[in-house]
Antibody, heavy 119, light 110 residues
Framework: QVILVQSGAEVKKPGASVKVSCQAS????????IHWVRQAPGQGLEWMGV????????KYADNFEGRVTMTRDTSTSTAYMELRNLRSEDTAMYYC????????????WGQGTLVSVSS | QSALTQPPSASGSLGQSVTISCTGT?????????VSWYRQHPGKAPKVIIY???KRPSGVADRFSGSKSGNTASLTVSALQAEDEADYYC??????????FGTGTKVTVL
């Protein structure tokens, strides 16, 4: 069974950083890319970027360039998303989702990680 | 990259059909046949129901169908069931090797 399990909820202060993990199981980790998508409360989905798990390269959305870093640990089949200099507008549910090479769609997704930013 | 435009809401009666539009530009929807659709129930992660404009993943009912014309993609849900009441999002691959989601549509089953 293919599943992505994300780390637990986080509460951070403005200016801090958060690192969310996404551990994959049920398939060879490096055969699928990992995308990160966030959803602010009551809002829509926003694509943040993609981690190419085979080589470790990344592509970030312009809105997050310079503030986000996506990495992976192939020994534990885990992808990470770190967001720095947090502000209240970063309060959201963060999801990881996998994409088979050049399939251009995401699934399945992790269960989501709620990141709350408040002073 | 601006979000794709979807109507905020749509509704249909049980057993009827509803169609949701997703309007982009020539840099995304209009230039690539890589439009996917996701259904999201409250408090749950999204789930893909259509990919590459009109293909259904294994296990997705044939009540779901997709199409595209120019810069606008569409999702039709036929034979509406209570479980179809959810939020629906389109997503397109776009120039620059990025992805853009739609604004989302809340579907109500009457």
């Amino acid at each position: 069974q293919v599943i992505l399990v994300q780390s637990g909820a986080e509460v951070k202060k403005p200016g801090a950083s958060v690192k969310v993990s996404c551990q994959a199981s049920g398939y060879p980790f490096t055969t699928y890319y990992i995308h990160w998508v966030r959803q602010a409360p009551g809002q829509g989905l926003e694509w943040m970027g993609v981690l190419y798990t085979d080589g470790g390269s990344v592509k970030y959305a312009d809105n997050f360039e310079g503030r986000v870093t996506m990495t992976r640990d192939t020994s534990t089949s885990t992808a990470y998303m770190e967001l720095r200099n947090l502000r209240s507008e970063d309060t959201a549910m963060y999801y990881c989702g996998r994409e088979f090479h050049a399939d251009y769609w995401f699934g399945p997704w992790g269960q989501g990680t709620l990141v709350s930013v408040s002073s | 990259q601006s979000a794709l435009t979807q109507p905020p809401s749509a509704s249909g009666s049980l057993g009827q059909s509803v169609t949701i539009s997703c309007t982009g530009t020539s840099s995304d929807v209009g230039n690539y046949n890589y439009v996917s659709w996701y259904r999201q129930h409250p408090g749950k992660a999204p789930k893909v129901i259509i990919y590459e404009v009109n293909k259904r993943p294994s296990g997705v009912a044939d009540r779901f169908s997709g199409s595209k014309s120019g810069n606008t993609a569409s999702l039709t849900v036929s034979a509406l069931q209570a479980e179809d009441e959810a939020d629906y999002y389109c997503c397109s691959y776009a120039s620059g090797n990025v992805y853009v989601f739609g604004t989302g549509t809340k579907v109500t089953v009457l």
